[in-house]
């Protein structure tokens, strides 16, 4: 096989700027260092209406340093930022937000109907509102059947579905999520991403922090990429993928490398993400080339992640 380099100016492109209205999350040169450590660097991303943002990294990137700023749990040493329109730590606005930590401590004596009730009472629901809010919320997780067996016998997947549901049960307008799918089994997983899929459905505004690049693939509609505390990328998946690198193999007879050189049976062709391979093919038939087969290698953001983070590596 004969590896060839794209055409001129075929490099790995830069992603457009993502259109959305107003945001929701807004940060502009958010910093937090613990002593001589720095935990988050100079993040500054915005985030839309009805949007699930991916933040995606490896642990100890900040990620969860990061939520914790916006939720006012720890104090920026620098930068500023706004959520919901409204500076961090406003307490208006924290009766808007629901928040599903990643690791989670609940009462195991209670229920999952005591425990949804007991955090409807601390966002000051009462009487049949709130009962009929639960009833809903048991349902859209499917533990309507374990609404009132203990908690502390049940599974992972079942503690992380009542999670999601007392981070709703004030009906918030934005969510946290911190690595929600951790630990869980694949069937599992799968139904936690359609409940999380249907929050953005409904209107709500999704904070996913995951190193799970499947689950941001499957759900997000923005992404950042953090590392060592930076924000290195932001984008949509599409704009990720589209600063990329996809692999291009062309099989067939005859196949010439570039006019002088010697003929191959395969060639492989490293070009941006969305970039033509029309060109390619053109040039090699008019040289002579009998063309066989043409194989694209799809771009995931697990692949576009790894390129993102060995880039900027020092």
Not at 85 to 100: M, W
Not at 101 to 114: A, I, Q, Y
Request: aromatic letters at 4%; proline letters at 5%; a negative charge.
């Amino acid at each position: 096989m004969t590896e060839v380099q794209g055409p001129p100016g075929s490099g790995p492109a830069e992603g457009g700027p993502h259109e959305r209205g107003t945001s929701v999350i807004e940060t502009d040169g958010l910093r937090k260092t613990f002593g001589s450590t720095v935990a988050v660097d100079d993040l500054s991303l915005s985030v839309g209406p009805g949007e699930i943002f991916g933040f995606l990294g490896p642990n100890g990137a900040g990620k969860t340093t990061s939520i914790k700023m916006l939720l006012a749990l720890v104090t920026p040493s620098e930068g500023r930022g706004a959520v919901l329109g409204r500076p961090l730590g406003d307490r208006t606005v924290r009766a808007r937000i629901g928040f599903l930590p990643e690791h989670f401590r609940f009462h195991d004596c209670l229920t999952g109907r005591e425990l949804l009730r007991f955090h409807g009472r601390l966002h000051r629901m009462r009487g049949l509102d709130l009962e009929a809010r639960i009833d809903t919320l048991l349902a859209r997780v499917d533990l309507i059947d374990a609404a009132d067996r203990r908690i502390r016998g049940y599974s992972k997947g079942m503690l992380q579905r009542i999670g999601l549901a007392q981070a709703l049960i004030h009906d918030p307008d934005l969510v946290f999520l911190d690595e929600p799918t951790s630990g869980l089994d694949p069937e599992a997983v799968v139904e936690l991403r359609e409940d999380i899929a249907g929050l953005a459905r409904d209107g709500a505004t999704v904070f996913l922090n995951t190193h799970n690049l499947t689950d941001a693939e499957k759900l997000a509609d923005l992404v950042g990429v953090m590392r060592a505390g930076k924000l290195l990328a932001l984008g949509t998946p599409a704009e990720l993928r589209a600063r990329s690198e996809t692999t291009v193999t062309i099989a067939g007879r005859n196949l010439q490398r570039a006019a002088g050189e010697a003929p191959a049976t395969t060639l492989l062709y490293r070009l941006p993400a969305d970039g033509s391979v029309a060109p390619i093919v053109r040039e090699l038939v008019e040289r002579g080339g009998e063309i066989e087969e043409v194989r694209r290698e799809t771009i995931g953001l697990e692949d576009v992640f790894l390129q993102i983070v060995r880039e900027e590596q020092p």
